[in-house]
């Protein structure tokens, strides 16, 4: 069957060219596509979407929400696939907070460039080519959101932008991809273990989350006034999720006010729940009241708290739904 593919465009590196200061946004969805001839050999009929043109940094939640609301609208029109081009600073949320919100048979599939198109070696025209085919391909269908780069697939739920400028720069730490290209042609070798969808807010504009990184000697100042301006807080604890024992009581205090999830600043692997038993702990922490992001990333735990926030969650809700999206069966309270 042909496939129908809807391209959103939102900017980045794959669309900057040459200004005095250096690269900006210059090339539009058409200039793009056309520099991919090989795109005309697929079994696709294409339209292209100039949707946002900005670097990722400028990209907000509201944003992402009424491209999802566009790509549903595009999927209602017979669209069997959906891409998302876009600066790839923030790719590991967007695509994360895309592919929590899209419970539609039809993949988004998330690409963008780390060279931009004035130098050699470019890898914006492969990374849409691969995008294409991948979104063109039915064994993708129901896997929610895709980010495919550098001949690989990675699912939006596990992806981390783990180098600042290289074409490899993305990664899966805790499972590895899950697919890739060879010879042009897309590989599924592994399957997501579940997906957990949310009610889809009609803004986050008036929900704030703050994300705090705990760090050596910390004294918790970042901490303080915290409840009187967010409505919600992710900490980035060390390890498994411990803090200093002079944190324990402050971070308490603020989850009796409002949710605070406990996440990792590793950069892979699961908080704990059960293992230490010191003040400041994971153990301690939870009995506390924090609820654990289980294999959630702090940027991703974030995400997942403001859309959960903004959709008029509860912290028991919350905590509910942590257990579901960080496990399997692994977050949550004591
Ligand atoms: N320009 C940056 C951005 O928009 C980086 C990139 O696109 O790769 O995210």
């Given at each position: 069957m042909t496939a129908s593919l809807a391209v959103f465009f939102l900017g980045g590196t794959i669309g900057m060219a040459g200004h005095r200061d250096g690269v900006v946004q210059r090339l539009g969805g058409d200039a793009l596509l056309a520099?991919?001839?090989?795109?005309?050999?697929?079994?696709a009929t294409i339209r292209a979407h100039d949707f946002r043109a900005m670097?990722?940094?400028?990209?907000t939640f509201d944003d992402i929400l009424a491209l999802v609301a566009a790509a549903e609208d595009a999927v209602a029109e017979g669209a069997t696939g959906i891409i998302v081009v876009q600066g790839t600073d923030t790719i590991e949320e967007t695509a994360f907070g895309i592919d929590l919100v899209w419970p539609h048979e039809p993949p988004m599939v998330v690409t963008g460039a780390m060279r931009n198109p004035t130098l050699p070696g470019a890898d914006g025209p492969a990374n849409l080519l691969a995008a294409a085919q991948v979104a063109g391909?039915?064994?993708?269908?129901?896997?929610?959101c895709l980010v495919v780069l550098n001949d690989q697939v990675h699912a939006a739920q596990r992806v981390r932008k783990t180098h600042s400028a290289s074409p490899a720069a993305f990664t899966s730490p805790d499972t590895g991809p899950l697919g890739h290209l060879v010879e042009g042609v897309p590989m599924l070798l592994a399957r997501p273990s579940g997906r957990t969808c949310v009610p889809r807010p009609a803004s986050t504009a008036d929900v704030r989350v703050a994300l705090v990184t705990l760090t050596l000697?910390?004294?918790?100042?970042?901490?303080?006034g915290i409840a009187a301006r967010y409505a919600g807080l992710v900490v980035a604890g060390f390890g498994v999720g411990h803090a200093p024992a002079a944190l324990a009581e402050p971070l308490g205090q603020l989850a009796r006010r409002m949710p605070v999830v406990l996440a990792s600043r590793t950069g892979a692997g699961s908080v704990f729940r059960h293992t230490y038993g010191f003040p400041g702990s994971e153990t301690d922490l939870r009995k506390r009241g924090l609820i654990a992001a289980g294999f959630l990333d702090p940027y991703k735990a974030r995400v997942l708290l403001r859309l959960l926030l903004a959709g008029g969650a509860d912290t028991a809700a919350v905590a509910d739904t942590f257990a579901a999206v960080g496990g399997p069966s692994f977050g949550g309270t004591e």
């Open positions: 520099a991919v001839p090989q795109l005309a050999g697929l079994d670097p990722s940094a400028c990209l391909d039915p064994q993708f269908a129901g896997l929610g000697d910390d004294d918790g100042g970042l901490l303080t």
